[in-house]
């Protein structure tokens, strides 16, 4: 999984994201202007945020980006008081947590949050052979280890996330790589053709599907395999 924690005091960011490295990888921004523009480009999971930030405070931020985007919001803040709260909630928040705050409790409100908008979390992912787990983000066929590249694993584990859902090209290089990355979309099809060679060795390929001129699939319907 992965998110984005704005927050603009750079030792509570890396704490936060230290906290959430237990679910997925994390990005930074440090300002509300940023912040905005990361989520929009971006590809997250959940997102952490403060309200009291330089350029675009946070109320501003939610706003704006509730305009295009659903991905769910937990804001963490100083400004505790339930007026604060409750027009937070009104602003599109799904969660709202006053610092200081337990790295616990943190936790368990996102794991909370993300099993409302994400039916597909789990810490793990048991089809017929195939168990992914994404805590140790180890990959099994028919028990056995399956070796893969970083960025193939992350991959493979988000359209497992999203299986029976076509991502785009410009989705899943956005997810992996980055909107902000130097390398270009073709990139994915190089990392994409090498993860479905590694599958057909464990007659696994079949699952990992490319819809032409769109993207890929991860699909474990029965009737896809043929």
């Known amino acids: 999984m992965k998110f984005l924690v704005v927050e603009d005091n750079i030792t509570l960011n890396q704490n936060i994201r230290d906290v959430l490295q237990k679910l997925g990888d994390s990005d930074s921004a440090f300002d509300g202007e940023e912040g905005l523009y990361m989520a929009e480009h971006g590809s997250y999971d959940l997102i952490v945020l403060d309200l009291m930030l330089p350029k675009l405070n946070g109320f501003e931020l939610l ?3 509730r305009k295009t985007s659903v991905s769910p919001v937990i804001i963490l803040t100083a400004l505790d008081s ?3 709260k409750i027009e937070g909630l009104k602003f599109g928040a799904d969660d709202y ?8 409790e943190l936790l368990a409100r996102v794991e909370a949050v993300l099993r409302r908008y994400n039916n ?7 089809y017929k052979n195939i168990e992914l787990d994404y805590i140790g983000k ?8 399956v070796k893969l590249a970083g960025k193939m694993y992350d991959i493979i584990e988000y359209l497992i996330r999203n299986r029976n859902m076509v991502i785009s090209k410009e ?3 956005n997810r992996i790589w980055g909107y902000n990355s130097d390398t270009i979309v073709t990139v ?7 993860l479905r060679k590694t599958l057909e060795k464990y007659d696994a390929k079949k699952y990992l599907k490319t819809i032409k001129n769109i993207g890929y699939m991860w699909s474990d319907k029965e ?3 043929n």
């Open 188 to 194: 994915t099809e190089v990392y994409v053709s090498n």
């Open 63 to 65: 706003t704006r980006l």
């Open 97 to 104: 947590m006053a610092k200081p705050f337990e790295n616990d």
């Open 138 to 145: 180890i990959l099994k066929i028919n028990g056995e280890y």
């Open 82 to 84: 339930t007026d604060k």
């Open 120 to 126: 597909n979390f789990n810490t793990k992912y048991v």
């Open 223 to 225: 009737d896809n395999e």
């Open 171 to 173: 989705q899943l290089f």
